[in-house]
C-alpha cells in the first residue's frame, strides 16, 4: 500500500487531521477539485466509478504533498470516498471517523508480525461495509496502525495476492507485493462487491497517470547526467 509533520498534537489532545473533502482556500493556481497545481491537474483522469461500499482514507500529511500520490485520482472517481489527513488522532474524534451508524468497518491492511490482525468476527450478510485504508510509507503506515489501537483492532482485509503494480514505473517500492493505495483500494472493493464494482476504467486513467509522471521525470533525470 503506498504509502508537515509540524504541529502535531500527541493522542489524546486535539484531533491532528484536516478533512480535504471540504473547501480549501489555495495558496498558488490550483485547481479547485483536484487540489493539485494546474499544470498537473487530475481532473480529466477522473472516472466516476460506481460502488456501495464507503472508504475512508487515513493520509499520513507528507502524502498529501506527494505528486506521486494516487489518492486525489481515488478520491475523484469514488463519490463514497473521504479523506482525511493526519499522522496522530485522538481516540474519541478517530473512533467518529471509523465507525458510522449500520455499516461494520474493515481495515485494509495485510496480516504483518509486527501488527497480527485481530480474530475475524466475520462479516454480517447484507451489511455494509467502512472500508478504512492508510496512505502513507509502509514504515510509516505500520506506525500509525501500532500507534492507534482503534485502527488494530479492526478486522482486516488482506490482499493475499495483489495484482502488479504499475506504480515501480514511478515510485520504488520496499515489498513485492506493494501497490499504490489506488490500486489496493479498487481491488479491496472488487472483492467487497464482486463482479458489480467495475475497476478497469478508473485503473486505465492510473495508468496514464503514471505514465504522465514518468514523462515529466525523465527530463529531471537527464539534466542531471551531464
Known sequence: MAHPETGARRMGQACDHTRVNGPSIPSRATCVRCLRPQATC?????????????????????????AKNSVAMLRLSLAH?????????????????????????????????AAPAPAAPGATAGKPVRLVVLDATWRKSLRMLLEHPALAALPRLS????????????????????????????????????????????????GCFVAGVAARQRPQACSGQA
Do not use: K, M, N
Not at 487530475?42 to 506527494?66: G, K, Y
Not at 514505473?169 to 520496499?174: D, E, G, L, T
Open 42 to 66: 487530475l481532473c480529466a483522469l477522473a472516472r466516476p466509478t460506481a460502488h456501495r461500499t464507503e472508504v475512508l482514507v487515513l493520509q499520513h500529511p507528507q502524502e498529501q504533498r506527494q
Open 159 to 206: 490482499l493475499d495476492a495483489p495484482a502488479p503494480t504499475r506504480y515501480r514505473a514511478i515510485r520504488a517500492a520496499r515489498r513485492f507485493d506493494q501497490v499504490s493505495t489506488l490500486e489496493a483500494t479498487v481491488q479491496a472493493l472488487a472483492i467487497l462487491e464482486g463482479p458489480s464494482f467495475d475497476a478497469a476504467p478508473l485503473l486505465d486513467a492510473f
Open 81 to 113: 470516498c473521504e479523506v482525511v489527513v493526519g499522522e496522530r488522532f485522538a481516540p474519541g474524534a478517530l473512533e467518529d471517523l471509523l465507525h458510522r451508524p449500520g455499516r461494520q468497518t474493515w481495515l485494509l491492511y495485510p496480516d504483518v508480525p
